[in-house]
């Protein structure tokens, strides 16, 4: 069966840094576009990050373009989100998800598999 298995989460002060990784098995790792949601209390489920099968590709929300970047290893069935200059509305649960296609969505529906998410706080 299939299994997402994020880690990397925990407190940070305003201005730091973590990276969030996430461990994929039971699927094919290597043909999935693999993206990043998160979700904060009393909100929605927002699009954080994306990227393609190959790793050739990404998306960001405008939120955290030139801060996180998303990559993947392949060899390692693993995705990673590197959060530099965390602010404290960067606080949620970051989930990881996977999408049975060759392009990118910012749409959680259009993913198939998740994770059970990690928390990040970022205090002020």
């Known amino acids: 069966q299939v299994q997402l298995v994020e880690s990397g989460g925990g407190l940070v002060q305003a201005g730091g840094s973590l990276r969030l990784s996430c461990a994929a098995s039971?699927?094919?790792?290597?043909?999935?576009?693999m993206g990043w949601f998160r979700q904060a209390p009393g909100k929605e489920r927002e699009f954080v990050a994306a990227v393609t099968w190959t790793g050739g590709s990404t998306l960001y929300d405008d939120s955290v373009k030139g801060r996180f970047t998303i990559s993947r290893d392949n060899a390692k069935n693993t995705v990673y989100l590197q959060m530099n200059s965390l602010k404290p509305e960067d606080t949620a649960v970051y989930y990881c998800?996977?999408?049975?296609?060759?392009?990118?969505?910012?749409?959680?529906?259009?993913?198939?598999?998740w994770g059970q998410g990690t928390q990040v706080t970022v205090s002020s």
């Open positions: 998800a996977a999408r049975f296609r060759h392009t990118y969505s910012s749409r959680w529906r259009e993913y198939d598999y």
């Open positions: 039971g699927l094919t790792f290597s043909v999935y576009t």
